[in-house]
């Protein structure tokens, strides 16, 4: 029960949800009310559709909540306060480091648990949401998480052991044709979410402070790594294989053109939700 002094004005949950979100709107958040209410929902440890009943934040609840409200106004991403992304159902543990899985991901992972594969194999996994989603949905298929970043492997290594302890790490360069050479050519299914930003395109002060940029950006066009993970992939994968790759919205066209020049075929680029481009697929083809 609550005394008196914690039901002041100042403590009751409305009166601070409603400074929070002018806060965040106030200094450019893009959901100030949402992101207001997950941070409450975080300091009180209740599901979000929970704070209707919560009348009153203790003192030291308040005073987390202001604080961890001000650091996102200064733009410190919602996942590094709260320590945690949602992605495909699951909660994975994020941090300064790793790139935060995003929402647009998830079709990615929907368009690759439509297809009959059994080996998968999944490139620059930064947090291993990919990884770690596919296996937690196929329990019998034996997936590979491939992450070279020494900032980011910590990540992968706690996702995996807490969502999917069957999926292998292995630490490398993608690009790299000595890493999983033992399985090249008997693949099924290569997923990769890789660097594809165009170094000068704008991106939220979010990511540019705190995403790693290695994590992000991939020369003028974004297509850096493009050639050395297609002919990764193109290894990798057995006759029939498949491989599906993120890219930016302006990569709709170029992707799929860059992915002809190698042993692919029915390379095909797939929307989002708002009708952007998101992804490309392709069939490896024999030699």
């Given at each position: 029960?609550?005394?008196?002094?914690?039901?002041?004005?100042?403590r009751?949950?409305?009166?601070?949800?409603?400074?929070?979100?002018?806060?965040?709107?106030a200094?450019?958040?893009?959901s100030?009310?949402?992101?207001?209410?997950?941070?409450?929902?975080?300091?009180?440890?209740?599901?979000?559709?929970?704070?209707?009943?919560?009348?009153?934040?203790?003192?030291?609840?308040?005073?987390?909540?202001?604080?961890?409200?001000?650091r996102?106004?200064?733009?410190?991403?919602?996942?590094?306060?709260?320590g945690?992304?949602?992605?495909?159902?699951?909660?994975?543990?994020?941090?300064?480091?790793?790139?935060?899985?995003r929402f647009?991901t998830e079709?990615?992972?929907?368009?690759?648990?439509?297809?009959?594969?059994?080996?998968?194999?999944?490139?620059?996994?930064?947090?291993?949401?990919?990884a770690?989603?596919?296996a937690?949905?196929?329990?019998?298929?034996?997936?590979v998480?491939?992450?070279r970043?020494?900032?980011?492997?910590?990540?992968?290594?706690?996702n995996v052991?807490?969502?999917?302890?069957?999926?292998?790490v292995?630490?490398?360069?993608?690009?790299?044709?000595?890493?999983?050479?033992?399985?090249?050519?008997?693949?099924?299914?290569?997923?990769?979410?890789?660097?594809?930003?165009?170094?000068s395109?704008?991106v939220?002060?979010?990511?540019?402070?705190?995403?790693?940029?290695?994590?992000?950006?991939a020369?003028?066009d974004?297509?850096?790594?493009?050639?050395?993970?297609?002919?990764?992939?193109?290894?990798?994968?057995?006759?029939?294989?498949?491989?599906?790759?993120e890219?930016?919205?302006?990569?709709?066209e170029?992707l799929?053109?860059?992915?002809?020049?190698?042993?692919f075929?029915?390379?095909?680029?797939?929307?989002d939700?708002a009708?952007?481009?998101?992804f490309?697929t392709?069939?490896?083809?024999?030699?």
């Amino acid at each position: 029960m609550h005394s008196v002094e914690d039901d002041t004005p100042e403590r009751e949950l409305p009166t601070l949800l409603a400074a929070a979100t002018r806060r965040l709107a106030a200094a450019g958040v893009a959901s100030p009310r949402v992101d207001a209410e997950l941070l409450a929902s975080h300091v009180l440890s209740v599901p979000r559709g929970r704070l209707p009943v919560v009348r009153a934040l203790t003192p030291e609840q308040a005073s987390l909540f202001e604080s961890l409200v001000a650091r996102r106004a200064a733009r410190v991403p919602l996942q590094h306060l709260t320590g945690e992304a949602p992605f495909y159902g699951l909660s994975f543990a994020v941090g300064p480091g790793v790139f935060i899985p995003r929402f647009e991901t998830e079709l990615l992972v929907e368009w690759a648990l439509r297809q009959p594969a059994f080996r998968v194999v999944d490139l620059c996994s930064g947090s291993g949401a990919i990884a770690v989603a596919f296996a937690a949905n196929r329990p019998s298929a034996t997936v590979v998480a491939v992450e070279r970043s020494p900032a980011a492997l910590p990540w992968l290594r706690r996702n995996v052991a807490a969502l999917a302890p069957a999926v292998s790490v292995v630490e490398g360069d993608v690009t790299d044709f000595s890493i999983l050479s033992d399985v090249d050519g008997l693949v099924d299914l290569v997923l990769c979410n890789p660097p594809y930003v165009p170094i000068s395109a704008p991106v939220d002060v979010e990511v540019r402070d705190h995403d790693p940029a290695s994590a992000v950006f991939a020369g003028a066009d974004g297509l850096a790594l493009m050639p050395g993970i297609a002919a990764r992939a193109a290894a990798l994968l057995r006759p029939g294989g498949l491989l599906a790759i993120e890219h930016d919205d302006t990569q709709g066209e170029s992707l799929p053109a860059l992915l002809r020049g190698f042993p692919f075929a029915d390379v095909v680029d797939h929307a989002d939700l708002a009708g952007r481009p998101r992804f490309t697929t392709a069939r490896r083809v024999a030699d």
